[in-house]
Antibody
């Protein structure tokens, strides 16, 4: 079964740090690009970051310079290091597998984890 | 940056109704447009890619259309299990992605 399982969420004070993990199984992890997407309470989806199969990385402007996305293909795992956390980083964080159905720009996310909750508050 | 605007933000319809959700891009994105369904308390599910192609396993009552800046998601014959929030997402600027604000579909 293709599966993504996030972990590492929790409660942290503003300015603090947290490291999220995402464990992949059931597919050839090293061959796929991956993403983090977040959802603030009662709000819509926000794309956070992308990592290619060869570790080229892009970030949303809202997290650039504060978050670091990495992957370990030997462990079938993703990591999101979140520093200088702010109240507006409070959200459920999903990892999601990238899929380019019929060409590079036809890019979506076809497998999602269940999410891990990050709460930033004093 | 490309902005994605969905309308309406919410709607209520009866079982069997035809439901249409609109997504508008702030600039032309060709057909680089995906749709997702998110049921309450669950992760999103990938429904449609390239504006009109159904992901494997998605019921045929779902359809998508559009190109350029204007896109629609149609549910032909709303079912109780379609209670969800629907999001569009542009991939014109892959790998930097943008979602619409979402449309919540409720059942009367």
């Amino acid at each position: 079964e293709v599966q993504l399982v996030e972990s590492g969420g929790g409660f942290v004070q503003p300015g603090g740090s947290l490291r999220l993990s995402c464990a992949a199984s059931g597919f050839t992890f090293s061959g796929y690009s991956m993403n983090w997407v977040r959802q603030a309470p009662g709000k819509g989806l926000e794309w956070v970051s992308y990592i290619s199969s060869t570790s080229t990385i892009y970030y949303a402007d809202s997290v650039k310079g504060r978050f670091t996305f990495s992957r370990d293909n030997a462990k079938n795992s993703l990591y999101l290091q979140m520093n200088s956390l702010r109240d507006d980083d409070t959200a459920v964080y999903y990892c999601a597998r990238g899929m380019a159905a019929v060409g590079y720009y036809y890019y979506g996310m076809d497998v999602w984890g269940q999410g891990t909750t990050v709460t930033v508050s004093s | 940056d490309i902005q994605m605007t969905q309308s309406p933000s919410s709607l209520s319809a009866s079982v069997g109704d035809r439901v249409t959700i609109t997504c508008r891009a702030s600039q032309s994105i060709s057909n680089y447009l995906n749709w997702y369904q998110q049921k309450p308390g669950k992760a999103p599910k990938f429904l449609i890619y390239a504006a009109s192609s159904l992901q494997s396993g998605v019921p045929s009552r779902f359809s998508g259309s559009g190109s350029g800046t204007d896109f629609t998601l149609t549910i032909s014959g709303l079912q109780p299990e379609d209670l969800a929030t629907y999001y569009c997402q542009q991939s014109y600027t892959t790998p930097v992605l943008t979602f619409g604000g979402g449309t919540k579909v409720e059942i009367k």
